[in-house]
T-cell receptor, first 112, second 115 residues
């Protein structure tokens, strides 16, 4: 079965600093999703990547997909306290729809 | 257009009781997915349903758990004779199509506590 490993598991940064979260898959990636979960709440869809080399941005968050490395990275520029939360990457194991396998999550804290 | 609606948001059940979790997908979405997030663990897929059909239940425990998505009304995840280990956050997601560039939108979740 496909496994997704996220790194780091937790991250504390000073407000205004940039940061990167990585998501590495044990198998071929057919679609990679990034979600944000605030503590004790639901998941907020951030971005979906499908093709190798694809890069998407939303406000100060950029995600890239490296198909060859079976890896995706999420980069936040000039972090703000509102970016705090748990970032989850999810992947479709075999292009089988939204039955996603998720990584363990990265807990981000942003110090004002 | 309301998002995915789950209710209740919080549910407390005693051991041995039944828990019913409801999920109303986004308008126009006919695909529903249930996930479970155990304390200190990741989000795990449980079951995938379309209207009146279970498409994939490979992630759902074989006993005590069942799911349905009737022609009318919300999808229901039912847990019979709950045990403490069932305490978790249960999330529902919906999409318009199966995979292929579709986004799955999640509800706020139902947090089940078994006492």
């Amino acid at each position: 079965s496909q496994e997704l490993e996220q790194s780091p598991q937790s991250l504390i940064v000073q407000e205004g600093k940039n940061l990167t979260i990585n998501c590495t898959s044990s198998k071929t990636l057919y679609g990679l999703y990034w979600y944000k979960q605030k503590y004790g709440e639901g998941l907020i869809f951030l971005m979906m990547l499908q093709k190798g080399g694809e890069e998407k941005s939303h406000e100060k968050i950029t995600a890239k997909l490296d198909e060859k490395k079976q890896q995706s990275s999420l980069h936040i520029t000039a972090s703000q306290p509102s970016h705090a939360g748990i970032y989850l990457c999810g992947a479709e194991p075999h292009n089988a729809g939204n039955m996603l396998t998720f990584g363990g999550g990265t807990r981000l804290m942003v110090k004002p | 257009n309301a998002g995915v609606m789950q209710n209740p948001r919080h549910l407390v059940r005693r051991r041995g009781q039944e828990a019913r979790l409801r999920c109303s997908p986004m308008k126009g979405h006919s695909h529903v997915y249930w996930y479970r997030q155990l304390p200190e663990e990741g989000l795990k897929f449980m079951v995938y349903l379309q209207k009146e059909n279970i498409i994939d239940e490979s992630g759902m425990p074989k006993e005590r758990f069942s799911a349905e998505f009737p022609k009318e009304g919300p999808s229901i995840l039912r847990i019979q004779q709950v045990v403490r280990g069932d305490s978790a956050a249960y999330f529902c997601a919906s999409s318009t199509l199966q995979g292929l560039n579709t986004e799955a939108f999640f509800g706020q979740g139902t947090r089940l506590t078994v006492v």
